[in-house]
C-alpha cells in the first residue's frame, strides 16, 4: 500500500471512531434558569423514583455554565409530581423551578455561608396548618393558630435539618392543601416526606457555594417526559 493511502486509511478510522459530540450542559437545555448565575439541579430518573443526583453550577461571563459539585440525592417516598398538582401529605418532591429565600439549621453556618442563616431553637416551628395565618412559614414561637399536631417542631429532627435551604414552592403566595416546608436539607434514614435530601457534607458544600448576590435557584424535576428538568 502506498504511503498515501496509509495516511488516508488511519485518517478515515480516527474520524469513523470519533463519538458524537457531547451534549450541553444541563443548564444549557432548559427552558429557564431563573436569571441568575448559579443554579442548583435535582434530577430523578422517573416519577416514580425516591432517589436521583443533586448537582450544582455556575454560569460564567462567557455564558457557559460549569457543573460544580454533584451528590447522590433522595427524593419523597412516593415520587416526584408536578408542583402545580402537588397535595399536602402525600409525600411526593414538587418538580418546578424554585427560589431559595435563606438557610437554616440546628448547627451553626458552616464558615463561608453567604446566606442569611437562621439557627434552629427549642421553640421553632415550621407551620404547615391549613387553616394558620402562619401557614408555610417559620413560626418562633408556634403561633397560637397553629395547631402543634399540624406543625414540624424543627429542633426534633436532628439529622435533617442539621442545615437546611428553604425551597420557595409555594412559599410566595401559598396555596392551601399544596403543601408546606420543602426544604434541601440533609439526609435522613431514608426517602423524604417531599424535600430533597443529601449528605451533611454536601449540604455544607452547597452553603458554602451558595451567593444570594447571584440569585440561584432549584431546579426539580425528572430526565424526561412532563416533569422533564428540561422542560422547566
Known sequence: MRPGAVALAVSSLIVLGAGPPAPPPLPARMADTGGGTQLITAVAPERASTTGTVSWWDRGGDGRWVKRGSVPARFGANGLVAGASR?????????????????????????????????????????????????????????????????????????????????????????????????????????????????????????????????????VGTTSGKTAVTRL
Open 87 to 219: 397535595k399536602q401529605g402525600t409525600s411526593t418532591t414538587p418538580t418546578g423551578l424554585y427560589g431559595l429565600p435563606y438557610a437554616f439549621g440546628i448547627k451553626a453556618a458552616p464558615r463561608g455561608t453567604a446566606y442569611r442563616y437562621r439557627r434552629v431553637h427549642r421553640d421553632s416551628w415550621w407551620c404547615q396548618d391549613n387553616d394558620s395565618r402562619s401557614y408555610n412559614r417559620w413560626s418562633e414561637p408556634r403561633a397560637a393558630d397553629c395547631r402543634a399536631a399540624e406543625a414540624e417542631r424543627l429542633i426534633t429532627y436532628r439529622a435533617q435539618y442539621a442545615h437546611a435551604l428553604v425551597i420557595g414552592f409555594n412559599y410566595e403566595r401559598p396555596v392551601r392543601g399544596r403543601g408546606a416546608g420543602i426544604f434541601l436539607h440533609v439526609n435522613g434514614q431514608g426517602a423524604t416526606a417531599g424535600c430533597v435530601s443529601v449528605s451533611e457534607d454536601a449540604m455544607r458544600r452547597i452553603l458554602t457555594w451558595a451567593d444570594p448576590a447571584r440569585r440561584p435557584h432549584i431546579a
